[in-house]
């Protein structure tokens, strides 16, 4: 199985912050990266598909970057909804691994 | 806005079996791949299991491989997942999640999810 690792697993910043999460494959996902928010209570919404693709109606404060196997999520500007757990996703190959996930918090 | 309508948590004992739906009535259901995922307490998200959009493949996390069945009624717009010989560790929230490719960046990802279902497996 492909085991991703996410860093850190959790973060405090403030509002106004740039925040940048980053994903690690164990082997080659080429560009199979997909980034989730996930509130408590809530489902996952996912924000980022393909490494690099802002799902439709994600504000454009987030982007992904990376390939092969070194992803990064930034968060351009920290906004009060923000407040979340990120999760990192690969579906180059089944089982789709998800990462341990990023907490950020209030600073 | 897609709306995937999860049922069938609770709280069942250890060795027993319980049956998730998930019924998606607004969109083609028929032509996606869906998956389970789920978290357990204080944990993070685990991919659970996969079914082909015509029910004709699935594929299973090894954790529940041999216990837990994915299947699918497209007459009826709703996926299941029947989970056999529950234990202790399969408490969690489980979610239903539809896999959707765009043309351009054919890359699978989970763009409508379920509300979650609870399932706690406890004496």
């Known amino acids: 199985d492909i085991q991703m690792t996410q860093s850190p697993s959790s973060l405090s910043a403030s509002v106004g912050d740039r925040v940048t999460i980053t994903c690690r494959a164990s082997q080659s996902i080429a560009g199979y990266l997909n980034w989730y928010q996930h509130k408590p209570g809530t489902a996952p919404k996912l924000l980022i598909y393909g490494a690099s693709n802002l799902q439709s109606g994600v504000p454009s404060r987030f982007s992904g970057s990376g390939s092969g196997t070194d992803f990064t999520l930034t968060i351009g500007s920290l906004q009060p909804e923000d407040f979340a757990t990120y999760f990192c996703q690969q579906t180059d190959t089944t089982p789709f691994t998800f990462g341990g996930g990023t907490k950020v918090e209030i600073k | 806005q897609v709306q995937l309508v999860q049922s069938g948590g609770g709280v069942v004992q250890p060795g027993r079996s319980l049956r998730l739906s998930c019924a998606a009535p607004e969109f083609t259901f028929r032509s996606y791949d869906m998956h389970w995922v789920r978290q357990a307490p204080g944990k993070g998200l685990e991919w659970v299991a996969l079914i082909s959009f015509d029910g004709s493949n699935q594929n299973y996390a090894d954790s529940v491989k041999g216990r837990f069945t994915i299947s699918r009624d497209n007459s009826k717009n709703t996926l299941y997942l029947l989970m056999n010989s529950l234990r202790a560790e399969d408490t969690a929230v489980y979610y239903c999640?539809?896999?959707?490719?765009?043309?351009?960046?054919?890359?699978?990802?989970?763009?409508?999810w379920g509300q979650g279902t609870l399932v706690t497996v406890s004496s």
């Open positions: 999640a539809r896999q959707y490719l765009t043309m351009i960046v054919v890359v699978p990802h989970f763009d409508y």
